[in-house]
């Protein structure tokens, strides 16, 4: 048996990498998190920055053998808290990146030892980590060197800008999005100057991708003259101009797969790319144009493109009609992506799939649908490997992965769990409560299309893999008690929307830093279990509005100023701040009627002029409401407090639905 498993682990051993991602210290605690990823080698280390934020990439050797489906523990000297204890090793890459591990750190460490072992507790990668500790989050603390033009060009594309555009193209690049979720945030902005802006952009974008960016962010702004600068700069650097917005990663952009009539089996891993996404109320589109043959991986949404010819992809997810698929003894096991590009351009799909070794082996358990306008045809996989299902596309439009339903209804009588993911979002406190939501869904839902449906709520990113089982129970532990969670216990079904509802709902009556969270199966086994550090309270009271009794504004004494008003100074949001929060609500809820007396009452406190009224004002209202909240909200603090407390007196209920009361 020990030969055996030495020849077993020869075959499945790869070459992966040790990623290390340092946090910001929380203001308050100080503590620290060092997030460990493993991954295998051919992951650009780029695509995992663009998800974490303004964590601090460490530098170190990476490199290590690691054995798929083997698990894994992390040490460290220094005897830190870390969790999970134990993880297992995926070749599943993408489209989202967790951490395997995460560290807790005492503040201001400056050098660590960390050891990776496997199932014998032998080491495979060990290293000693010098530890660059982040500055708060509004401040850049990394300062690479500049090495070359193009970093200089873009700097001096800033530097061309007056104090006014400035602060203007710092507002709209806070406003570029994955999916609702802030690449770079407005107060990562608030103090960075034009050098500091460029380093965050690159360290979010990378170099190639920053480019881009600014010029869509310059084209907003009407800014010809540093658009025409930019494209100088584009086509010195590199020769040519991208058609599409969206770039392939620097470091895979040369990989291409080697497809011909003969064998379409990819040779080569396939270049990633991170596409344009459009959001649209709750709905994504991802538009990507392909440079030429070859293959092509998209980072959210994990399909795979093989390539004949230069072409453009447009796609997203649509809703499956789940009665048609019962009456051919189906059922999804994946999204359904719509997807348009020119005849004959694609080959060949790669749809990701969230199923495990051990439920690989039934042959007929996954296929592929395929419909059209002559309907739906059951197309079977050129291969299924540990992470895709490979199909020959005989022409493009709507795609999915589905389960034979005979087939799936061995796999619930012998509990055959599939890869699964555990998402948080916090929503915006309601008069002092905070709700986490939780969810357990299937590891290939894309996570833009959940962030989507959640509108202002902070989206937290924690190591989220672990493993569940179609049809079983599971219920969630929260320390420190006393929360209550809704409902006790649920049952895990692989939906695949249109609709993402939480599993369960955490309502946190006081304002923990951060709490324990434990997701158990009915055998009360732990499946998933993390310590959730918590962003703080994100409600203020209304600048200037202070005094004003509730039973003033005709509320009962119960429905007046929200419970944080009491915090310190400190913990409250500026006025500005707060509506932008509101923003997408006050546009979609105040009335034509609520928009003329408020017009009326930033005149009479001279924050707007007569001349500016009359531009703000158009025939149709949500433009207006757009219009009267950027312009205020551009203006500070104080013309946001006046806009604010016009609001309460004017559209009390408006103004209680806001959570600006």
């Not at 986490?436 to 989507?452: G, T």
Request: glycine share 6%; proline share 7%.
């Amino acid at each position: 048996m020990d030969v055996l498993r030495r020849m077993w682990n020869y075959w499945n051993q790869v070459d992966g990498q040790v990623l290390l991602f340092l946090r910001p210290p929380k203001p308050k605690t100080r503590e620290q998190i060092l997030s460990v990823f493993l991954l295998p080698k051919n992951v650009p280390v780029e695509e995992v920055k663009a998800q974490m934020g303004n964590s601090v990439y460490i530098e170190t050797a990476a490199q290590c053998k690691l054995i798929n489906g083997e698990r894994y523990t992390v040490d460290c000297l220094e005897g830190c808290k870390i969790q999970p204890q134990r993880a297992e090793f995926s070749l599943g890459c993408g489209p989202n990146y967790h951490p395997t591990f995460e560290i807790f750190l005492p503040y201001m460490l400056e050098e660590i030892y960390i050891m990776i072992r496997d199932q014998k507790d032998a080491d495979v990668w060990m290293r000693r980590v010098v530890l660059t500790a982040p500055g708060p989050a509004k401040t850049p603390k990394w300062s690479p060197p500049v090495q070359d033009v193009e970093m200089m060009g873009l700097i001096n594309i800033l530097d061309n800008l007056g104090d006014g555009s400035f602060k203007e193209f710092k507002w709209f690049l806070s406003r570029e999005m994955l999916g609702s979720i802030p690449l770079i945030t407005e107060n990562q902005l608030l103090t960075a100057g034009r050098k500091e802006t460029i380093y965050l952009m690159v360290q979010e974008y990378g170099l190639d991708r920053t480019s881009t960016v600014m010029k869509r962010v310059l084209g907003k702004m009407n800014m010809n003259i540093n658009l025409n600068m930019l494209e100088e700069l584009t086509t010195a650097t590199s020769g040519t101009k991208g058609d599409s917005d969206a770039k392939l990663d620097p470091i895979t952009t040369k990989t291409k797969m080697d497809v011909s009539k003969d064998d379409t089996k990819p040779m080569k891993p396939p270049s990633r790319f991170t596409p344009e996404l459009k959001t649209e109320s709750t709905k994504v589109s991802y538009r990507f144009r392909c440079p030429g043959p070859g293959g092509f991986q998209c980072t959210l949404t994990g399909l795979v493109f093989v390539m004949d010819q230069e072409a453009e992809l447009l796609y997203r997810t649509i809703q499956w009609d789940e009665s048609l698929l019962q009456s051919a003894g189906k059922t999804p096991a994946g999204p359904l992506f719509d997807i348009q590009c020119p005849e004959d351009a694609v080959c060949e799909l790669h749809l990701p799939h969230c199923e495990t070794k051990d439920g690989l082996c039934p042959e007929g358990l996954l296929s592929v649908v395929h419909f059209t306008d002559d309907g739906m045809t059951i197309i079977e996989p050129l291969e299924i490997t540990d992470t895709h299902v490979i199909v020959k596309v005989p022409h493009l439009s709507a795609f999915g992965l589905v389960w034979a339903l005979e087939i799936l209804g061995r796999l619930w009588n012998n509990i055959k769990p599939i890869g699964g993911e555990v998402l948080l979002f916090l929503r915006p406190p309601d008069r002092g409560l905070r709700v986490l939501d939780v969810f357990l869904l299937p590891s290939n839902i894309p996570l833009p299309e959940v962030a989507a449906q959640q509108g202002d709520a902070k989206y937290i990113k924690i190591s989220s893999d672990c493993k569940l089982s179609i049809g079983q129970s599971y219920c969630l532990h929260c320390e420190p008690q006393g929360f209550h969670i809704q409902p006790e216990c649920a049952e895990f079904r692989s939906k695949y929307g249109p609709n993402f509802f939480a599993t369960f709902e955490v309502f946190l009556t006081t304002n923990p830093k951060k709490v324990t969270l434990t997701v158990q199966d009915q055998e009360r086994t732990e499946v998933w279990k993390r310590c959730v550090p918590l962003p703080g309270p994100r409600t203020a009271i209304v600048r200037g509005a202070e005094d004003r009794l509730p039973a003033e504004a005709g509320l009962p004494a119960e429905a007046g100023l929200p419970a944080e008003a009491g915090l310190p100074a400190e913990d409250r949001l500026p006025a500005d701040e707060r509506l932008l929060q509101v923003r997408i609500q006050f546009i979609n809820r105040v009335s034509e009627a609520v928009l003329d007396q408020l017009l009326d009452k930033l005149l009479r406190h001279h924050v707007i002029t007569f001349a500016e009224m009359e531009s703000l004002k158009t025939k149709n209202r949500a433009k207006t409401a757009r219009n009267v909240i950027d312009a205020v909200q551009k203006k500070g603090p104080e013309a946001s407090s006046v806009l604010i407390a016009a609001l309460c007196e004017v559209d009390q209920c408006l103004s209680r639905v806001l959570a600006l009361r």
